[in-house]
């Protein structure tokens, strides 16, 4: 899709769909890392936009510089998510049927830029990351979200992110209305085979 704001890599579904899954990868990563996503996942109808975050970072790319500065760098790639969903959906896909993954730095962006867009996606899956500031979210958010499903996983021997952390926002986020499934799992900072397989069948029980 040559005409989004960011390089991408587009994957068409197996069978004619709206259906649209769009990827934000991890700190130093690219759109690359993601190409062997959708046949794990193995779902047939469902098309997929790996995204390049707007950062060179060393061999890849990042959506916002390390802590403490985030913040300029997530508004700024959330700004520039928001003209990439605007133009996926304005003909080309269905928001309400379409969903958005992030890993990493990628989740992050999932909770920040997904809790805050103005149209409403069918589900929301933030594998492995942290929320910015959870009040600010909460106060922000599109209260339309929670019509529909989110899932956030996390490895409980993450070495680069904290799973307790993790797991306290989700809590937090949860004790405040927002509806969404943690799940943990016995893994480092990366994506495991069950995790895929359990993402998989959770997006198949939601269409």
Not at 86 to 97: G, R, S
Request: charged share 25%.
């Amino acid at each position: 899709m040559n005409n989004l704001e960011l390089d991408n890599i587009f994957i068409p579904s197996k069978t004619p769909s709206k259906k649209l899954m769009i990827i934000l990868h991890g700190r130093g990563d690219s759109a690359e890392g993601f190409t062997s996503f959708p046949s794990f996942l193995d779902i047939n109808d469902m098309n997929y936009l790996l995204l390049n975050a707007p950062f060179e970072y060393y061999t890849g790319f990042s959506w916002y510089p390390l802590p403490p500065g985030q913040l300029p760098g997530i508004e700024y790639s959330s700004k520039v998510l928001t003209k990439v969903l605007d133009e996926l959906f304005e003909e080309d896909f269905n928001a309400h049927e379409s969903f958005l993954f992030g890993f990493s730095q990628g989740s992050l962006l999932t909770f920040e830029f997904g809790a805050r867009y103005h149209k409403t996606l069918g589900g929301y899956i933030a594998v492995s990351g942290y929320i910015y500031d959870t009040d600010k979210l909460l106060k922000e958010m599109n209260k339309d979200v929670n019509n529909s499903k989110w899932l956030c996983t996390h490895g409980i021997y993450d070495g680069v992110l904290s799973f307790q952390t993790s797991k306290e926002q989700i809590e937090i986020l949860q004790d405040s209305g927002f509806d969404i499934e943690f799940k943990s799992y016995e893994k480092d900072h990366n994506i495991d085979r069950d995790e895929l397989l359990m993402i998989s069948e959770w997006i198949k029980n939601i269409k």
